[in-house]
């Protein structure tokens, strides 16, 4: 898979912006970064990112209780990591 640094910025963008506006959950965003942008297989990414792949497969799958230092190792290689968002008020 090869993508031009402008695609693949693109492509982060699009998923990270799913991902805030709630169109996507966080497991389905990973795999979209994963698949989509790297092109890795679950066992080269988990290594990659230095957590083990059943960890990986529990984020993608939303299951598990994963630890923050986890998320932000799946988020790293795209320049992400967790944070607090403000949600908008309803009146």
Same mark, same amino acid.
């Given at each position: #898979?090869?993508?031009? %640094?402008?695609?693949?910025?693109? #492509?982060?963008? =699009?998923? /990270?912006?799913?991902?805030?506006?709630? $169109?996507?959950?966080?497991? /389905? @965003?990973?795999?979209?970064?994963?698949?989509?942008?790297? !092109?890795?297989?679950?066992?080269?990414?988990?290594?990659?990112? $230095?957590? =083990?792949?059943?960890?990986?497969?529990? %984020? /993608?799958? !939303? /299951?598990?209780?994963?630890?923050?230092? =986890?998320?932000? @190792?799946?988020? $790293?290689?795209?320049?992400?990591? #967790? !944070?607090?968002?403000?949600?908008?008020? $309803?009146?």
């Amino acid at each position: #898979m090869t993508l031009t %640094i402008d695609a693949r910025q693109l #492509m982060i963008e =699009s998923i /990270e912006a799913d991902l805030a506006q709630g $169109k996507i959950a966080l497991g /389905e @965003a990973v795999k979209r970064f994963r698949v989509d942008v790297t !092109g890795l297989q679950q066992t080269q990414f988990a290594r990659m990112c $230095k957590i =083990s792949v059943r960890t990986l497969i529990q %984020i /993608e799958h !939303g /299951e598990g209780n994963p630890t923050l230092k =986890s998320l932000n @190792a799946v988020f $790293k290689p795209f320049g992400l990591q #967790m !944070g607090v968002v403000r949600l908008p008020r $309803k009146f």
